[in-house]
C-alpha cells in the first residue's frame, strides 16, 4: 500500500499509544511500545515525530484491537501510531515521549510542607539541582503511573528547580515519587533519578513508639539511628522529619532489627539533621499508614568552641552536690552570651529534657530548674546547654557534668556519725584519733576501729563499739565529705 495514503486521516477511532513497563526508561533498557486501535485493524505502524513513513509494521493481536512494537534498546524521541483498517488509515496518535534517564546526575526531591499529607490533602514536589537543567520530569510509581513536565524556574541559592502540585491525595493507593532533569538542546535524555519520596497518609491504627539510640542530644560526627517499634505486626516502617529529611524526606524501612521494628541509619550527623522527627507503620496490603508516632526532638550539640554556638554554659545546685531526700533544690544553668533557652539533661534518664526560657540577670543570662521535694530518683550527673530561638535543634557545648547525690533522711533508730578530721581508711588498718559528732547530738573522741569496707573519710558511719570494725551506713550514699 502506498505509504502517502498513511497521512490521509481516515474516518476511523483515533488510536492510543502507551510504553510499558513505562515512558521514562533508564539508558540501555528494553521498552514496549502498545497500540490500540478497534477490533477491524489489519496492520499498526509506529512512526516517529520527525517520520512520515513507518519505522515498524505489525499485526493485530487477539483480540485485533492491539499491536506491541518492541525496541530492545531505549531509543529516546516521541512517537505516534496508526492501523488501518477496510475503511482506510486512522489518524495517528497522539505522540508519546519516550525519555531515556542516566546521563547526568540525579537531582533531589522534596514535598512542601512535609511528606505527611492528610487524605484529600494537596502537596507541592519540589525537584532541584545545582546542575542548570532547563525542565524537569516528575514520575509515580505503582500500578497507577504518572508523569508531569515542567519548565525549570532559578532558585534562590542559584539552584534550578520545578514546582509540582499533587493532590488530592488518597490512602486508595501508595505516592511514591522520583524526578529527572533534562536539558532543552536534548529534552528526551535525561538524569539519573533521584532518590524515592514517597507521601505518607496517616490513618488511625495504632501508632509505634520512636526512640534515638544514643539519646536525644548527638554531637557532629556521631552516627545516628532512629528505631521505630510497634506491637502490632506492620511489614513496613517510614519515618519523616519536619521541613524535611537530608538527603531524603521520607524512608521506608522493613523490619530488619526485631519482628516489629526498623532502625534508620541517618549517617554522619550534620547540622540539618537536628529537628522533629516521627515514625508511621504500615501493612503491605494497605497503603494507609498508622497514627504518627509521638514526635521525637533531635538537639544537634556542639562539641568544639568553633561549633554552631561557641559558649559553654556553666551549671552549679543550690543547696548543694549532696542533699538529703525530700529536700528542694535549684539548678542553675548560666551564661554569659545571650541565649534564648536553656535545657537540662540528666545521663541515662528516660524522662524528656528540661527547657526554660532565659532571663537576663547580672550581665549573664540565665534558667532556674527547680526540683523538689527530691528523691533518690533525682540523683545522677546533670549538664546543661543553652539554644537560640532562631535554631532551636542546635546547641551550645554542654556545661561541666554536675553530679547531684541524694541521701536518705537519718533514722530515728540509728545514730549514724560523720568523721569531720581523720586520715583516710584503708581494709584493715586503724587511723589516728578522730572525732565523731553523731547527727543526733553530741561528740567524743577516739581512734577508730579496724575498717572493714575500704570507706573514706567524712563518710556517714554506724556508731562502732570498742574492738568493732566500722561499716558504711547502709541507708546513707557513702560519698566522702570535706574534712
Same mark, same amino acid.
Given at each position: ?206 501508632? $509505634? %513508639? #520512636? ?8 554531637? !557532629? +560526627?556521631? /552516627?545516628? *539511628? =532512629?528505631? @521505630?517499634? &510497634? ?81 559553654? $554554659? %556553666? #551549671? ?8 538529703? !531526700? +525530700?529536700? /528542694?533544690? *535549684? =539548678?542553675? @544553668?548560666? &551564661? ?103 547527727? &543526733? ?43
Amino acid at each position: 500500500m502506498d505509504e502517502r495514503i498513511h497521512l490521509q486521516a481516515g474516518t476511523v477511532l483515533k488510536p492510543t499509544i502507551w510504553a510499558e513497563p513505562g515512558s521514562v526508561i533508564p539508558t540501555g533498557s528494553s521498552v514496549t511500545l502498545w497500540c490500540r486501535g478497534n477490533t477491524e485493524a489489519q496492520e499498526y505502524c509506529l512512526y516517529t515525530e520527525d517520520t512520515h513513513t513507518c519505522i515498524d509494521r505489525q499485526k493485530p493481536l487477539e483480540p485485533g484491537d492491539r499491536a506491541k512494537f518492541f525496541i530492545k534498546r531505549s531509543y529516546a524521541g516521541k512517537y505516534s501510531c496508526a492501523y488501518v483498517s477496510p475503511t482506510g488509515w486512522s489518524e495517528r496518535s497522539d505522540l508519546l515521549e519516550l525519555v531515556v534517564t542516566g546521563h547526568y546526575s540525579k537531582p533531589s526531591l522534596s514535598a512542601l510542607p512535609s511528606t505527611v499529607v492528610t487524605s484529600g490533602g494537596n502537596v507541592t514536589l519540589q525537584c532541584r539541582s545545582w546542575w542548570g537543567f532547563d525542565r524537569f520530569i516528575l514520575t509515580k510509581e505503582g500500578e497507577h503511573r504518572l508523569l508531569w513536565t515542567q519548565d525549570s524556574q532559578q532558585h534562590t541559592m542559584g539552584q534550578s528547580q520545578a514546582l509540582f502540585s499533587v493532590g488530592p491525595v488518597t490512602p486508595s493507593h501508595r505516592w511514591r515519587f522520583r524526578c529527572y532533569g533534562c536539558y532543552r538542546n536534548s529534552p528526551q535524555t535525561c538524569s539519573h533519578p533521584s532518590d524515592t519520596l514517597e507521601l505518607l497518609v496517616p490513618g488511625i491504627s495504632q501508632k $509505634p %513508639s #520512636l526512640l534515638a539510640q544514643q539519646g536525644p542530644i548527638v554531637f !557532629s +560526627g556521631q /552516627n545516628l *539511628t =532512629l528505631q @521505630c517499634r &510497634s506491637d502490632v505486626a506492620y511489614d513496613r516502617f517510614a519515618l519523616s522529619k519536619k521541613g524535611g529529611l537530608d538527603p531524603t524526606q521520607s524512608l521506608v524501612l522493613e523490619p530488619q532489627a526485631g519482628p516489629f521494628q526498623a532502625d534508620f541509619f541517618l549517617d554522619t550527623v550534620r547540622s540539618s539533621y537536628g529537628g522533629r522527627y516521627r515514625c508511621y507503620g504500615g501493612h503491605n496490603l494497605s497503603s494507609e499508614w498508622s497514627a504518627p508516632s509521638d514526635p521525637l526532638d533531635i538537639l544537634l550539640a556542639s562539641e568544639e568552641p568553633e561549633g554552631h554556638l561557641h559558649d559553654r $554554659p %556553666s #551549671l552549679s545546685v543550690q543547696p548543694g552536690t549532696t542533699v538529703t !531526700s +525530700g529536700e /528542694n533544690v *535549684t =539548678l542553675l @544553668c548560666q &551564661s554569659q552570651t545571650l541565649r534564648d533557652t536553656f535545657l537540662l539533661s540528666k545521663e541515662w534518664a528516660a524522662d524528656p529534657l528540661l527547657r526554660l526560657q532565659s532571663k537576663p540577670r547580672a550581665q549573664q543570662y540565665q534558667a532556674e530548674f527547680s526540683m523538689g521535694p527530691v528523691t533518690f530518683a533525682h540523683g545522677g550527673t546533670y549538664r546543661c546547654y543553652s539554644s537560640l530561638s532562631t535554631s532551636p535543634y542546635l546547641l551550645s557545648q554542654p556545661s561541666e557534668p554536675l553530679e547531684l547525690l541524694v541521701s536518705a533522711p537519718p533514722s530515728p533508730s540509728q545514730s549514724p556519725l560523720l568523721l569531720r578530721h581523720g586520715e583516710l581508711c584503708s581494709e584493715g588498718e586503724r587511723t589516728t584519733q578522730g572525732m565523731y559528732q553523731s547527727l &543526733s547530738g553530741g561528740s567524743e573522741d577516739r581512734p577508730l576501729p579496724p575498717v572493714v569496707s575500704g570507706s573514706q573519710k567524712g563518710a556517714a558511719l554506724k556508731d562502732p563499739q570498742p574492738g568493732e570494725s566500722v561499716e558504711l551506713d547502709t541507708w546513707v550514699s557513702g560519698r566522702c565529705m570535706d574534712k
